[in-house]
Nanobody
Framework: QVQLVESGGGLVQPGGSLRLSCAAS????????IGWFRQAPGKEREGVLC????????YYTDSVKGRFTISGDNAKNTVYLQMNSLTPEDTAVYYC???????????????WGQGTQVTVSS
């Protein structure tokens, strides 16, 4: 049974950093692509970053380039989203998702975590 559990969200000041974790179970980390998405209040869900064995790292939005990175730890079956230089515009619920083999299949993710809230505010 595929399961994803996000953690690491919280309140951070503008310019600060957070690292989100996505603990995966039910499959080995290198089997599926894993993507990070976010949804801000009143806005549609937005893709952020994806990692897969076939594609490497794919940015779904240019707004996080140079600030956010994604990495995986196969031993812990966990994917991380490192977020630096955070701005209030990054405030959202962040979700990890899987169930696709390529990051190019961004609209076809089958499995989603419950989300973790990130709030950037002074």
């Amino acid at each position: 049974q595929v399961q994803l559990v996000e953690s690491g969200g919280g309140l951070v000041q503008p310019g600060g950093s957070l690292r989100l974790s996505c603990a995966a179970s039910g499959f080995p980390l290198d089997y599926y692509a894993i993507g990070w998405f976010r949804q801000a209040p009143g806005k549609e869900r937005e893709g952020v970053l994806c990692i897969s064995d076939s594609d490497g790292v794919t940015y779904y939005t240019d707004s996080v380039k140079g600030r956010f990175t994604i990495s995986g730890d196969n031993a812990k079956n966990t994917v991380y989203l490192q977020m630096n230089s955070l701005t209030p515009e990054d405030t959202a619920v962040y979700y990890c998702a899987t169930g696709v083999f390529s990051c190019s299949s961004r609209s076809l993710y089958d499995y989603w975590g419950q989300g973790t809230q990130v709030t950037v505010s002074s």
